[in-house]
C-alpha cells in the first residue's frame, strides 16, 4: 500500500479592487515537503475575468502568475525569492498581501501523489 504524504495548499486568487474584497479564484499552489514538491498551476477564464473587473489587464495578470510559477520551482529567473529553499518561497508565496493577487489561507491534506492532488484541487477550486 502507497503511504500518505502530508501537503499544504493555498487557493491563488484575482482581487481586482482590493477595497471591494471580492476574488475569484484562478489557481493552487501545493508543497508536499516529504516529496520535495513545490508546484503551482493557474486557469485564467479571460471572458469570466473581464466581467467581473472590465479594467482588468489579462495580459499583466498572466505574467505576475508566470512568475509566481518561476518563483515555484526555484528558477534562476525568478530573482532572489527563487533562490530560497522551497519551505520559505512557499511561505513567502502564500504570505497575507493586499495586492490584486492574493492566495487563501493554507489548507492541510494528506495524498499519495501531489501531481494528483494539485490536478484535483484546480479542478474542485477553479475550473
Known amino acids: 500500500m502507497q503511504e500518505l504524504h502530508l501537503f499544504e495548499y493555498a487557493v491563488i486568487r484575482v482581487v481586482p479592487r ?68 522551497a519551505p520559505s518561497r512557499f511561505r513567502w508565496l502564500t504570505a497575507m498581501r493586499s495586492t490584486v493577487i492574493q492566495t487563501s489561507r493554507v489548507h492541510p491534506g494528506f495524498c499519495k501523489d501531489p501531481e494528483l492532488k494539485l490536478r484535483f484541487l484546480l479542478e474542485e477550486q477553479v475550473l
Not at 30 to 46: G, I, P, S, V
Not at 60 to 82: A, F, Q, V
Open 18 to 85: 482590493v477595497e471591494r474584497d471580492e476574488f475569484l479564484n484562478v489557481g493552487v499552489i501545493l508543497y508536499c515537503a516529504r516529496k520535495k514538491y513545490l508546484t503551482a498551476a493557474y486557469m485564467l477564464d479571460e471572458e469570466r475575468l473581464k466581467a467581473f473587473s472590465s479594467k482588468l489587464d489579462v495580459n499583466e495578470l498572466r505574467n505576475h502568475l508566470d512568475s509566481l510559477m518561476l518563483i515555484c520551482t526555484g528558477s534562476k529567473d525568478s530573482g532572489p525569492i527563487g533562490q530560497l529553499d
